[in-house]
C-alpha cells in the first residue's frame, strides 16, 4: 500500500504532530508499506530518525512563496527557479524563527486561505504538489497531518483517486486565538471542507469528542487512534538523581504551563518548606519566547532559587532522554485544551512519574497507563502540594514508574499506533491493511 502524509513542517521547533507522523510512518515502513512523508509550508524538524528518503522530498506550499502569492499576483507568476530559491530550506527556517512579526490578522487571512484554498490563486503550487504526487508517489492513501489542511482533501481525490485520511490535532487552540472574523469563518469553513475526507482521525477520545461537539458533527464520525511513540532509545536509569529533580519538557512558553510550573516551583521551595528539590526545564525556543522566558528567570532569581533550577534550550534527542533519565517528576501543566501531550509518553518510557493537570486528554493516558496523577488545572498550589506528596514517596513513585513504563509499551507505543491506523485506513479501502 502507498501511503503518503501531508505534514506542515514548523522551521524552528520540534511539533507533536510531525513527531507523530514520522513515528507512524517509520512502524508503517517497518512493516512493508510504502510511505512517504511531504513537508508543507516549512521543513519538519524531527529529534529522531526520519523516514528514509524524506530528506530529497522538497517542501511543497512554501510558506514565504504562498504568502507572497496572496498578498501580490506578480508572485503567481514567478519563474520556477526563484520559487525554488524562496522554498530553500535554510530561508523558509529563517522566515519561521521570525514568525512572531507577522500579525494576527495576517496569520487568520492564511488560515482562511489555506482552508477556503482558491484553486486560481494557487494554482501554480497545486501543479507543483499534484505532479509531484502524480510521478512520484501514486498513493492509495493521503493522509493530511491536521484539519487545517482540509482544504486539499476534494482535489487531491479528485486529481489523484486515492482517499482521504484527515488527523484532528489541536486545532482549536490556533483557530481560538486568531481575531474576528476569521476566527469564526475558519471555523465555518473547516466543519463544510471536513465532508471531502473519507475518514477522521483523533489522537484522544477526549479531543474525538471535543471537535465533535465544536463543529457539530455525528456521534460517531470520529474514530480514535491514540498517538504513540518510538521506544528506541528510552530506558529507566539505574538509579534515582542525587537531588529530587522535578522536570519539564516542552516549548517554553507560557500556553504550555511554564509560568505556572514556576510559581508551583516558588510554593514548593518556600510555602511548603523544600530545602532540596531541583526544577529543570528543557524544550523547544522560539524568538517570541524569549520575552517570556527572561521574565520568569527574573523572578526566580528574586526568590533566591536560581542555583536550583537549570534550562536547556533545543535539545537533540540523546539529550532529551538523558535529561528524562535524569529526572525523579515530571509536569507539563499546560492552560490549554492539549489534544494528546507526547512528552508525557516519553517521560513515562524512562519511568518517570508524571503529575498532569486533570483535565483534556491527560486524565486518559494517566488512566490507561497507570503512570502518574492528576492534580486541579491551572493551581499552583495543587501541583506543588502533587510533587511534595510524590517526593516524600519512594515507593509510590517507583510503582508509577514502572506501570508507566509498561503502560505505553501496551497502549502508546508506535506499533500499536500503527496497528489502529491499519484497521481504520483499511475500512475505506475495503480491507484491513497488513501489519505484521
Known sequence: MRIVFLTPGT?????????????????????????????????????????????????????????LQQKMGIFRKTPAILDRLLNSTGLLRWAAGHSHMTSARE??????EMLQLDLGRFQKEWDKLLG??????????????????????????????????????????????????????????LKAQLAASDILLAPSRYYAEFMRERL???????????????????????????????????????????ELLVDAFIILTRELGDATARLKIAGAVTA????????????????????????????TREQKIAFLRSLTLFSVPTLYSEAFGLYVLEAMACGIPVVQPESAAFPEIVGATGGGVCVPPRDAGALARAWQQLLGNAAQRASLGRAGRLGVEK???ARTMGERFCVAAGSIRGRRLVHP
Not at 155 to 170: D, H, I, T, Y
Not at 298 to 306: F, N, P, Y
Open 107 to 112: 496569520h487568520g487571512e492564511m488560515t482562511l
Open 288 to 315: 517570541g519566547d524569549q520575552r517570556s522566558i527572561g521574565e520568569l528567570k527574573r523572578r526566580i532569581a528574586s526568590a533566591g532559587l536560581a542555583s536550583r533550577v537549570e534550562w536547556s534550550p533545543n535539545v
Open 11 to 67: 522551521g524552528s521547533y520540534y511539533c507533536g504532530a510531525c513527531m507523530r507522523d514520522n513515528a507512524l510512518a517509520m512502524e508503517l515502513h517497518r512493516s512493508g508499506h510504502d510511505v512517504t512523508i511531504v513537508p508543507m509550508y516549512l521543513p519538519l524538524i524531527l529529534d529522531e530518525t526520519a523516514l528514509p528518503g524524506f530528506e530529497k522530498i522538497p517542501v511543497f506550499f512554501g510558506g514565504i512563496n504562498v504568502y
Open 411 to 413: 497502549h502508546f507505543s
Open 216 to 258: 457539530g458533527l455525528a456521534p460517531d464520525s470520529i474514530q480514535v487512534v491514540h498517538n504513540g511513540i518510538q521506544l528506541d532509545g528510552f530506558s529507566v536509569a539505574d538509579a534515582p538523581p542525587a537531588s529530587p529533580t522535578i522536570g519539564y519538557l516542552a516549548r517554553m512558553s507560557r500556553e504550555k504551563g511554564l
Open 132 to 189: 509531484w504526487l502524480e510521478q512520484s508517489a501514486r498513493p492509495d492513501v493521503v493522509c493530511l497531518s491536521n484539519a487545517l489542511l482540509a482544504g486539499f482533501a476534494a482535489e487531491l481525490k479528485r486529481r489523484l483517486g486515492a482517499p482521504v485520511v484527515l488527523f484532528f490535532q489541536g486545532e482549536d487552540t490556533f483557530l481560538d486565538h486568531l481575531p474576528e472574523p476569521y476566527r469564526s469563518r475558519c471555523w465555518s469553513v
